[in-house]
């Protein structure tokens, strides 16, 4: 699956462990999210007006927003870049260099390593902007055309890691989730708390849901994974799993062997379906996306 914008993402191997979600690579918060866990990860990077309220751990650098608030304490193993008005009520302590906008709140200090630089309330680019304008006025075109340029070299591209935790715009993440988007969990992942999401929801072999799932949109729960609550869905198919509530949805299909504590409610009836017919799907699915050769697909219809 490629980058979506408006996807959760859980990483395969992610652990929701009591109060701390561990992640073997980069978190990246998007802008008035709400994370009510601490987080421990290879780097975090946070947006705009996001709220963190427990400590964060990184093995590299992070690097949160404007008007941002980390209820905690920061330990970052890296550079620290920490934006405009934003309030860390804990204590920051880095390895690397510290960036700080205006305004910064850090309550109890910060230990740093490297170099400190603390920017002027003036942003950089507003000096730019009047300098080049100036220039303009003066009729130094060539020297304009030389700064935006050097400014074009220099334009600085972070690369996130191969291996991520998103969380799409506006979502909020605790005991009560609630998505605003799709939610997509790795494989092998233990992941905590109930999930409102307004989208679709995928669930990889091997995983467990300690709470509820709640969908808009279809609820796919594959093999060797655990939900301990409810399921509902517009549309819910539920393979080799273990589900410990009510499966509700318009549709429902399941696999002959899934186990369901619960009830099963389905307006619009219930489909099983066994290993034959598991595969015989996902070869004509394969083969609709061209990745399959016909003659299999016909042998199998």
């Known amino acids: 699956m490629g980058f979506d914008k ?3 993402v859980i990483p395969e191997g992610t652990t929701f462990d009591g109060d701390t979600i561990r992640v073997n690579g980069d978190v990246v918060l998007s802008n008035d ?31 949160i927003d404007l008007f941002s608030t980390v209820e905690g304490n920061i330990a970052c193993g890296g550079d620290a870049c920490i934006g405009e008005g934003t309030k860390i009520l804990g204590r920051l302590s880095l390895k690397g260099d510290l960036d700080v906008g205006d305004n910064v709140e850090i309550r109890d200090g910060f230990t740093a ?3 400190i630089n603390i920017r002027s309330p003036i942003p950089m680019v507003l000096y730019v ?3 080049l304008l100036e220039l303009i006025k003066r009729g130094h075109s060539e020297e304009v055309d030389r700064i935006l ?15 991520y935790l998103f969380l799409p715009q506006g979502s909020s993440v605790g005991r009560e989730a609630v998505i605003n988007g799709s939610l997509q969990v790795g494989a092998d992942c233990t992941v905590t708390g109930n999930h409102t999401v307004k989208g679709n929801v995928y669930v990889a072999p091997g995983s467990a849901v300690h709470g509820s799932i709640k969908a808009t949109g279809t609820v796919v729960i594959d093999d060797q994974v655990t939900v301990t609550g409810n399921v509902e869905g517009q549309a819910v198919t539920v393979g080799l799993a273990t589900v410990g509530g009510d499966v509700s949805a318009k549709k429902v299909s399941l696999f002959k062997n899934a186990d369901i504590s619960g009830t099963v409610n389905a307006t619009e009836g219930v489909q099983f379906f066994d290993e034959k017919k598991k595969k015989m799907a996902a070869k004509v699915q394969r083969f609709r996306e061209n990745v399959d050769v016909v003659d299999e697909v016909a042998e199998m219809l």
């Open 33 to 63: 999210c709400q994370m009510v866990f601490n987080v421990e990860a290879q780097r975090l990077f946070a947006g705009e007006r996001t709220t963190i309220e427990g400590d964060v751990q990184t093995d590299g650098d992070v690097r």
């Open 113 to 115: 390593r490297g170099w």
């Open 6 to 8: 408006k996807t959760y």
């Open 149 to 163: 340029q050097e400014l074009q070299r220099h334009d600085q591209v972070i690369a996130v890691a191969e291996r």
């Open 129 to 131: 902007l009047l300098y």
